[in-house]
């Protein structure tokens, strides 16, 4: 890996959309951070979610410092939060290079590059031009090593990592050789999560989701449905270095599925042999994919420490797992469930609405399989149509109606419809106040958008009264004490950290 002495301000925007943002930390942007801090740059991280007046803390921190290059990463729903950054960053400091990864700008790219393969010009090259007219340069895809194209001298608009002949993307041996990422760069005690009252972080043991699921984004994108591992000793080398530097004994596993590595037992077998070295007991949760769980698995988990289960059961319609090209039924769905209760292992069912073909009858389906499985909790939001999701990408315009697209699952002729969303402005769709907070953007022959969001509300509130599970509280935004024109004053651990000495970085990387 090259040495450079540029210094360098990664952001996270802040995620409005959330109930409670200060839960789990950017493990991406993280990442980027540790491999430029092991090439020796300085960096600045600056952590802006959850907090509520977050122009004001970019703004003070662009007057005041002396770095050059700022590099974002955005999910599509924190887009009009990361454009809002990078006027401000423009206005203050006019010659500094903004780089933006992450998500959405990957997810706009697989749009774009398609298009550019049949030769149109459609919603993702203008999504992609909306974003070059934002930011100087956008790194698609894997950005770990790819961020030092976009660093260097005269980079090109577009580093594309997206491509599995890239030199960028991350194969199995490369993956496992990246550092851990750069937590001592967040301040972790301002984020709060339990499991089962453990205090808890999160983590990635591997990368991507080969599964087809027509409104997941990623699916023409290699770097979100390539799976990538890590070796079993390598995660626990993670597990084993969060626990002795910061003290967590909860984890969170933040990947697409669990399941779909074949020595996912294995890694359940080695956590419990790490908590028995350390004398301590661990608390996890994690996704599985619900067709591939069984009793073994779930053996293996209960005994490593989870607890909880989530998945994305997404519909209790036979029509609409067809529709959305699930691959598993609803029979799957519901003996997963089983599984998991006589294992001891409580699940989080994470469901959706306003697929192709959704209707009243669809809905109250998924509102009866919920009462029927009784899950320890749930979750029901109205689907959206991401650049980079089938749903977006291979939508027509409606004939007749300006700004609607018409997604049709050529299966079975049923039809999505949506409103043409300008990303770097709305970002009320995703998921909203319980209370009524919810939008939708797209609606179906069978329902309008102010249906669903009705229907939505009812499943929500009907399910969680008859079964008593609680609302999920959310959390106050945490505000911004800026300086009050006496520039100059330091930004508050939650927001701004800086790399420590490069003998301490050395320090806490792992051999």
Not at 304 to 310: D, E, S, V
């Amino acid at each position: 890996m090259p040495s450079h002495s540029k210094s360098v301000c990664l952001i996270t925007p802040p995620s409005i959309f959330l109930l409670d943002e200060r839960v789990f930390v950017n493990l991406g942007i993280l990442k980027v951070a540790a491999v430029l801090e092991r090439s020796g740059m300085a960096v600045e991280m600056m952590d802006l979610s959850g907090i509520e007046n977050f122009e004001d803390a970019i703004r003070d921190y662009a007057r005041n410092t002396e770095i050059e290059i700022f590099g974002i990463t955005s999910t599509t729903p924190q887009m009009p939060a990361a454009a809002k950054i990078a006027r401000a960053i423009r206005q203050e400091r006019p010659h500094a290079r903004i780089i933006l990864g992450g998500p959405h700008v990957t997810l706009v790219h697989s749009a774009y590059k398609r298009e550019m393969l049949d030769c149109v010009q459609g919603r993702g090259t203008q999504a992609m031009e909306a974003v070059l007219d934002l930011f100087d340069v956008a790194v698609v895809g894997d950005g770990e090593e790819s961020i030092f194209q976009a660093l260097g001298e005269n980079p090109p608009r577009i580093v594309d990592a997206n491509d599995r002949n890239s030199k960028f993307f991350l194969n199995n041996q490369r993956l496992e050789n990246l550092p851990f990422p750069a937590r001592h760069l967040v301040d972790l005690k301002s984020y709060h999560y339990t499991i089962e009252e453990k205090p808890a972080t999160s983590l990635i043991a591997q990368l991507g989701c080969p599964f087809e699921c027509g409104f997941c984004g990623g699916r023409q994108s290699p770097m979100l449905r390539v799976i990538r591992t890590r070796s079993t000793q390598s995660i626990i080398a993670e597990m084993r270095h969060i626990y002795e530097n910061y003290g967590y004994t909860g984890f969170m596993f933040y990947d697409d599925e669990l399941n779909v590595n074949p020595k996912m037992v294995e890694l359940m077998n080695a956590i419990t042999d790490l908590q028995k070295e350390l004398g301590t007991e661990f608390r996890l949760r994690g996704f599985v994919k619900a067709e591939l769980f069984n009793d073994l698995q779930a053996e293996a988990m209960i005994r490593a420490g989870f607890r909880w289960l989530l998945t994305g059961f997404e519909s209790g319609s036979p029509r609409i797992l067809k529709n959305i090209n699930k691959k598993a039924t609803r029979d799957q769905n519901t003996r997963a469930i089983q599984i998991a209760k006589h294992h001891g292992l409580k699940v989080k069912a994470l469901m959706s609405v306003g697929h192709p073909g959704e209707s009243r009858e669809t809905i109250m389906e998924t509102h009866d399989w919920l009462l029927q499985v009784k899950p320890d909790d749930f979750d029901v939001t109205i689907i959206t149509t991401y650049p980079g999701t089938p749903y977006y990408d291979f939508a027509q315009r409606h004939p007749e109606k300006t700004g609607v697209w018409i997604y049709t699952y050529e299966k079975t002729g049923d039809r999505l419809y949506a409103y043409e969303v300008d990303y770097h402005e709305v970002a009320d769709y995703y998921k909203g106040d319980p209370d009524g907070g919810y939008r939708a953007y797209v609606y179906t022959d069978f329902l309008s958008s102010e249906s669903l969001v009705k229907m939505r509300d009812f499943v929500e509130r009907d399910v969680r009264e008859r079964l008593n599970i609680p609302f999920n509280p959310g959390a106050p935004s945490i505000r911004y004490e800026h300086s009050m024109g006496q520039f100059g004053a330091p930004l508050p651990s939650y927001i701004l950290r800086k790399s420590r000495s490069p003998r301490e970085v050395v320090i806490l990387r792992r051999p």
